[in-house]
Nanobody, 118 residues
Framework: VQLQASGGGLVQAGGSLRLSCAASGSIFSINTMGWYRQAPGKEREFVASINWSGGSTYYTDSMQGRFTISRDNAKNTVYLQMNSLKPEDTAVYYC????????????WGQGTLVTVSS
């Protein structure tokens, strides 16, 4: 499975961005897709995930309500809609996919940079 993330950029605080993650390869093996982010000098943190077939979603508490994860199975693409962005949302955002229901992510995209200016 290959993951290609896109959609990052520079946005002012309060603005919005939509990230995309296109999956290719053995799509049938994917159970869940998700987004992580890593801010400068910080560890990578979980943002949100979505079940590929059923569509169940999970969010980090601090991001629920501002961020929305969705999927388009026909396009093999997962989206992360980010609203009311804050400077502390500045990070490299990575998409990921896993085959099972456990905690290990099997595939990672290359990351897309989101910069929120104050």
């Amino acid at each position: 499975v290959q993951l290609q993330a896109s959609g990052g950029g520079l946005v002012q605080a309060g603005g919005s961005l939509r990230l995309s993650c296109a999956a290719s390869g053995s799509i049938f093996s994917i159970n869940t897709m998700g987004w992580y982010r890593q801010a400068p000098g910080k560890e990578r943190e979980f943002v949100a995930s979505i079940n590929w077939s059923g569509g169940s979603t999970y969010y980090t508490d601090s991001m629920q309500g501002r961020f929305t994860i969705s999927r388009d199975n026909a396009k093999n693409t997962v989206y992360l809609q980010m609203n009311s962005l804050k400077p502390e949302d500045t990070a490299v955002y990575y998409c990921a996919a896993k085959r099972g229901v456990g905690s290990n992510w099997d595939y990672w995209g290359q990351g897309t940079l989101v910069t929120v200016s104050s």
